[in-house]
C-alpha cells in the first residue's frame, strides 16, 4: 500500500508552472476584489448576536455567478465562500482534470462595469451585430426583429460601433427596454482622480438610475481570452477574404481589431 501511493504521488507532483497544471485536481483559495475601495458587495450590520453582511445587488449577482460557476464546470466543488463588502473569497476544489484552467475559470471576462447588474443573468437574451455597410432597409428591419424580442422580455447586448448598432441601441433604450453596452475605453483609468465620482451621462446617467442598463469595459485581458481570440481572428480572416483581400494579423491593440473582438465578448456573453 505504501509503495502504491509512493507511486501515484510521484505521478501526479508538477509545478504551478507547469503547462496545465492549473488544470489538475486541487485546492485553492480565491479573493477576487473590487476596483475601488468602496463596500461595493454589501455592508456590515448586526442581527443581535452576530456580525454579517447585507448583500447589495452587486453581491448577490456575485453569488448568482457562483452558482453559474458550478453549472459550467462540474469539475469544481465550492468548499467555502464568504461576501465580503469589498472583496468575496471561495475556496475552490478542482475533483478531476478540466479542460480549462482554474484561473481562466475563475477569471473569465473581467469588466469595469456600471449599471444593472442583474441584466446579466437575465435568460433571454439577443445580440445586435450590424455591419458598417448595411442599408437603412437592413437596419430598419433588425430593429424590429430587435424590438418585437425587447418586448417578449430578452436583454439587448451591443457594442453600439456601427451606425445601425447605435440607432438599434438607442431605440432600445428610448423605449425603455433593457440594454447592455459594451464599451472600448469607456471609463476613466483605475485609480485615476476621475474614476472615484465617475458616472455616465445624460440620458445613460437615467437609464443606469432605472436599472434599464448596464455599461460593461472589458479588461485588458478579455482580449487575448482563449475563446475570444481565435474567434476574433478567424472573423477578421472571413472578412478579408470575403472583399478577396490576403489576410494579415491585425495587431490586438488597434480599433479594428478590439471592435471586432467587442462583438465576439458579446456573443460569448449572450450564448453562455
Known amino acids: 500500500m505504501a509503495d502504491e501511493n509512493s507511486n501515484i504521488h510521484k505521478n501526479e507532483t508538477f509545478t504551478w508552472l507547469e503547462p496545465g497544471a492549473w488544470r489538475k485536481p486541487c485546492i485553492v483559495h480565491v479573493t477576487m476584489v473590487a476596483n475601488a ?9 448586526h442581527n443581535g448576536s452576530e456580525a454579517m453582511v447585507e448583500k447589495t445587488p452587486i453581491g448577490w ?12 464546470c462540474p469539475e469544481i466543488k465550492i468548499l467555502a465562500d464568504k461576501v465580503m463588502p469589498d472583496h468575496h473569497h471561495m475556496v475552490l476544489q478542482v475533483q478531476h482534470t478540466m479542460p480549462r ?5 475563475v477569471r473569465g471576462l473581467q469588466f469595469t462595469s456600471m449599471g444593472n447588474h442583474f441584466l446579466l443573468e437575465w435568460p433571454d437574451r439577443q445580440l445586435v451585430e450590424m455591419s458598417r455597410s448595411a442599408s ?3 437596419v430598419g428591419s433588425r430593429l424590429q426583429e430587435v424590438l418585437a424580442a425587447a418586448h417578449n422580455g430578452a436583454v439587448t447586448y451591443t457594442a453600439a460601433i456601427s451606425k445601425g448598432e447605435q440607432k438599434i441601441a438607442r431605440t432600445v433604450r428610448e ?4 440594454l447592455v453596452v459594451l464599451l472600448n475605453d469607456g471609463f476613466p483609468a483605475a485609480g485615476s482622480s476621475q474614476e472615484r465620482f465617475y458616472k455616465p451621462g445624460g440620458a445613460y446617467f437615467e437609464a443606469c438610475s432605472k436599472g434599464q442598463l448596464l455599461l460593461m469595459e472589458p479588461d485588458e485581458s478579455a482580449y487575448v481570452n482563449e475563446t475570444i481570440m481565435p474567434a476574433t481572428e478567424e472573423t477578421l480572416k472571413r472578412k478579408a477574404e470575403a472583399k478577396h483581400y490576403s489576410y494579415a494579423r491585425v495587431p490586438v491593440e488597434s480599433q479594428r481589431y478590439r471592435f471586432v473582438a467587442l462583438n465576439e465578448i458579446g456573443r460569448l456573453l449572450v450564448e453562455r
Open 61 to 72: 449577482a456575485l453569488v448568482n455567478r457562483q452558482r453559474r460557476l458550478l453549472e459550467l
Open 37 to 45: 475601495p468602496q463596500a461595493l458587495f454589501g455592508k456590515l450590520s
Open 175 to 178: 423605449q425603455g427596454y433593457p
Open 101 to 105: 484552467s482554474i484561473r481562466e475559470v
Open 136 to 138: 437603412d432597409e437592413q
